[in-house]
């Protein structure tokens, strides 16, 4: 029993005195952005901090992500390297690391889940002066759910004390609003306005697909910090792109023309609704329209997501499904309206057979969507098709 107490007062003082040098650094960095909600924080994380480097602020950023990194502020990534699995306590140590830079800012992606460790990681880690939520939506309902308005509670755990927070999210914030009023905090909206003042000049200007809200978003925290918008979207378009960023890449093969649309990292129904419009719009000429559905067996929520959103992606011929608990999909579509021979399954298939069945499935010419989850098949397929491939940004 005296070990055991011993123990417990070791760790209590530890932890105490982790928290006084936390506080510590944090005083040394006058400017905390913390990013979070549901899509987007990984490429909304890397626009402000390139914002804040154009507008002459030393700035470091953490991406959590599909890849994690420790951005400097020249703009140079490290990896971050993990043993085991990942754990907020990674920010204290981000944190820490900072000290070595004598900088301005810090802009951390939000890598809580929780709603719990979502309030710990900002309250008592970050404290943040300047909090961000992307948008709400339905993703990851199997912790933060199990509807959006639970997800919004779970994300208004990151709204900070007397500071900013600033959404592009505009349907889905009373909570959020209601937290800022509790915490006396300022509350800033991007407005409709901001999002279709992203001109399509500005938008040609990034080397990927960057979502037009991500920007005004962005744009409106660099506002914030007295950066003019000419400035802030300049600093954006240098800015290197999450492994996760929704690409465009064209091959030809054997006289096919083939649209590979790599948008793995999405996730949940309202990016993909966005991004099969957009896509279809600019592709409408193509011969065939294939959606490579990437599953996960521990993913099975987005799964019959993304299985009932089927009917809605309008004149989709295939469905390809790879990975793992392909059939909580191919149920869920089918259930939605979906005829079977829509439907494609290639389980445990190696990726050039993958990419075989595409070019067969493709006729003379097609846009393919990758969508579900960026990990496993889907990462293979993607190099695959990236080493054949000239990009169109």
Request: proline share 3%; glycine share 8%.
């Amino acid at each position: 029993m005296w070990v055991l107490l011993g123990l417990l007062i070791i760790i209590v003082i530890f932890l105490v005195i982790e928290s006084v040098i936390n506080n510590r650094q944090l005083k040394k960095i006058p400017i905390r952005i913390y990013v979070n909600g549901t899509r987007g924080k990984s490429s909304v994380t890397r626009l402000i901090a390139a914002s804040l480097r154009a507008g002459g602020l030393r700035t470091i950023a953490k991406t959590t992500g599909s890849s994690p990194r420790f951005i400097l502020p020249d703009g140079t990534e490290n990896l971050i390297r993990r043993l085991g699995q990942p754990s907020i306590s990674e920010q204290v140590k981000i944190i820490r690391w900072t000290r070595d830079y004598q900088i301005d800012a810090l802009v951390i992606e939000c890598m809580a889940l929780q709603p719990y460790t979502q309030w710990i990681s900002e309250h008592k880690m970050v404290r943040s002066t300047i909090g961000v939520c992307t948008n709400v939506r339905a993703d990851h309902l199997d912790v933060m759910g199990p509807t959006v308005d639970d997800v919004e509670k779970a994300l208004a755990g990151t709204v900070p004390d007397g500071g900013i927070f600033v959404t592009a999210e505009r349907s889905q914030n009373k909570v959020l609003q209601q937290a800022c009023k509790d915490n006396k905090t300022e509350f800033h909206a991007v407005s409709e306005a901001e999002v279709e003042a992203v001109t399509p000049q500005e938008l040609a200007g990034f080397s990927y697909f960057e979502h037009a809200e991500n920007i005004a978003l962005a744009v409106k925290v660099a506002g914030l910090l007295n950066i003019d918008r000419e400035t802030a979207i300049k600093g954006m378009q240098t800015a290197t792109p999450d492994i996760g960023a929704l690409r465009l890449s064209e091959l030809s093969f054997h006289g096919r023309r083939v649209i590979w649309v790599n948008a793995l990292a999405a996730n949940d129904p309202d990016s993909y609704r966005i991004i099969w419009a957009s896509v279809s719009s600019r592709y409408s000429d193509v011969d065939k329209r294939i959606v490579v559905v990437n599953c996960r067996q521990d993913r099975p929520d987005r799964s019959r997501q993304l299985g009932e959103l089927a009917p809605e992606m309008k004149g989709v011929d295939t469905f390809l499904l790879i990975g793992t608990g392909t059939e909580i999909f191919a149920r869920a579509a089918t259930k939605s309206g979906i005829e079977v021979n829509k439907l494609y399954t290639m389980v445990g298939e190696r990726t050039e057979r993958i990419f075989e069945r595409i070019i067969a499935l493709s006729g003379s010419s097609s846009v393919v969507l990758g969508a579900g989850n960026i990990k496993g098949d889907g990462m293979l397929l993607d190099e695959f098709i990236k080493n054949r491939t000239f990009s169109h940004g």
